[in-house]
T-cell receptor, first 115, second 116 residues
Framework: AQKVTQAQTEISVVEKEDVTLDCVYE???????LFWYKQPPSGELVFLIR??????QNEISGRYSWNFQKSTSSFNFTITASQVVDSAVYFC????????????FGTGTRLQVTL | GAVVSQHPSRVICKSGTSVKIECRSL??????MFWYRQFPKQSLMLMAT?????????EQGVEKDKFLINHASLTLSTLTVTSAHPEDSSFYIC????????????FGPGTRLTVL
């Protein structure tokens, strides 16, 4: 069965610091998708990125970057020069093919960015 | 693109009443919609998967007679919490997956249900 582990429960940083959120996953499938979602205090989950298991290229989008390493089953997320608006709970999730796209979520990492 | 709405955003009801929550995909057709429940400071728990025109598939431990799901069209799914009790109080979130086969789920803003 699939599993997603986000070992960091809460992280607190000062604005402009860089921060990395860890995500480790387990799956027996060779084809799968990994996701990151942001959940601000309002509650809505905001889609950030989707990566399929065959694409190990790292991705950068503005201040956000993702490091996918199949060898260590990790899909870490880095925010560069963090801002107060980045304060939220961040969820890593896994979807296996053949499971009707059901997402398995990690427990989330609460990021607090202060001035 | 990929906007999902939920209505209502908040509802307070008396114990024993039923509450209906709507989930709509506004700018795409959703072959599959998902319903999640989230307790405070916890992760999302998948309750059921619904495909347009067919019966929902419920996760283990979720009472199908208590949480009625209907997916009548490619843009609308509803969750009805029947005979609600205080322990049903929670944050309910829906998500929708488009027809093009992408595995990305787009989430609604959630509905906070409080049962008195």
């Amino acid at each position: 069965a699939q599993k997603v582990t986000q070992a960091q429960t809460e992280i607190s940083v000062v604005e402009k610091e860089d921060v990395t959120l860890d995500c480790v996953y387990e799956t027996r499938d060779t084809t799968y998708y990994l996701f990151w979602y942001k959940q601000p205090p309002s509650g809505e989950l905001v889609f950030l990125i989707r990566r399929n298991s065959f694409d190990e290229q790292n991705e950068i989008s503005g201040r956000y970057s993702w490091n996918f390493q199949k060898s260590t089953s990790s899909f870490n997320f880095t925010i560069t020069a963090s801002q107060v608006v980045d304060s939220a709970v961040y969820f890593c999730a896994l979807s296996e093919t053949g499971t009707a796209s059901k997402l398995t979520f990690g427990t989330g990492t609460r990021l607090q960015v202060t001035l | 693109g990929a906007v999902v709405s939920q209505h209502p955003s908040r509802v307070i009801c008396k114990s024993g009443t039923s509450v209906k929550i709507e989930c709509r995909s506004l700018d795409f057709q959703a072959t599959t919609m998902f319903w999640y429940r989230q307790f405070p400071k916890q992760s999302l728990m998948l309750m059921a998967t619904s495909n347009e025109g067919s019966k929902a598939t419920y996760e283990q431990g979720v009472e199908k007679d208590k949480f009625l799901i209907n997916h009548a069209s490619l843009t609308l799914s509803t969750l009805t919490v029947t005979s609600a009790h205080p322990e049903d109080s929670s944050f309910y979130i829906c998500s929708a997956r488009g027809v093009r086969g992408t595995d990305t789920q787009y989430f609604g803003p959630g509905t906070r249900l409080t049962v008195l």
